[in-house]
Each structure stands twice: as C-alpha cells, then as structure tokens.
C-alpha cells in the first residue's frame, strides 16, 4: 500500500527557514512507479480549508506554486531516495499550517479531491 511520511516541521522564527521532507513508499503496489505520480505540498491553517502550496511532476519540472509562497518556498524531488521536499525561505506567521505531502497519477492539480495518496501531515508553526 503506498504510504507518505512527512517530516521536518517544527517551530521557526519569522524570515527564518524549514525544510520539509516526503517519504514515499509502496508505490510500486499500485502498479505504478513514484515517477509517474506528481508530487504536492498541501498546507491547512486552523480554521481554514486545506490549500495547495505546490506541485512538482518529474525531477525538474516544477508546475506551480501558490501566490503566497513564490519566491519563498522552493519544491523539489529525488526519485532515486523516494522523497520530495519543501524548501522553505522567509518564513512568515501566515505560513503556519499542518503541511501535508500528496500523491496525484500524471497530472498535477490544486483540488484536495483530485489527490490519490495523502500523507499524515506535519505542524509548521512560526512564532517569535
């Protein structure tokens, strides 16, 4: 059964950074390999819907990212370690969220509906 595991939140001080880490496995179960699935960063505030951060398809083509976090947080992904990431640069308090890795066959999309795997998620909290 594909799993994603997530890690790397914490607490950071504002215009501070975070990596996130998104540990894949089992993909192959589904009769696919990880490099035919896109890969996106989801994030959801308390009180807030779950909305799309950013998606990445292959190694180095990047699709988007939302308008609050260009030019601050950077995706990227290793196929070959099974893992994606989340660079995140300049942190600010409206960035805290539970971020949550998902899993999407071929296409990326921004709609919570239209992910095939989820990860559990992990707590982004900036605070001075």
């Known amino acids: 059964q594909p799993q994603l595991v997530e890690s790397g939140g914490g607490v ?13 496995s089992g993909f192959t179960a589904s009769g696919f390999t990880l490099d035919v ?20 398809r292959s190694e180095d083509i990047v699709t988007n990212y939302a ?21 995140m640069n300049g942190v600010k308090p409206e960035d805290t969220a539970v971020y949550y890795c998902a899993a999407r066959w071929v296409r990326c999309s921004n709609y919570v509906a239209d992910m095939n795997y989820w990860g559990k998620g992990t707590q982004v909290t900036v605070s001075s």
């Open 12 to 24: 950071v001080q504002p215009g501070g950074s975070l990596t996130l880490s998104c540990a894949a």
């Open 37 to 56: 699935y896109t890969m996106s960063w989801f994030r959801q505030a308390p009180g807030k819907e779950r909305e799309a951060v950013s998606c990445i």
């Open 67 to 87: 308008d609050s976090v260009k030019g601050r947080f950077t995706i990227s992904r290793d196929n070959a370690k099974n893992t994606v990431y989340l660079q």
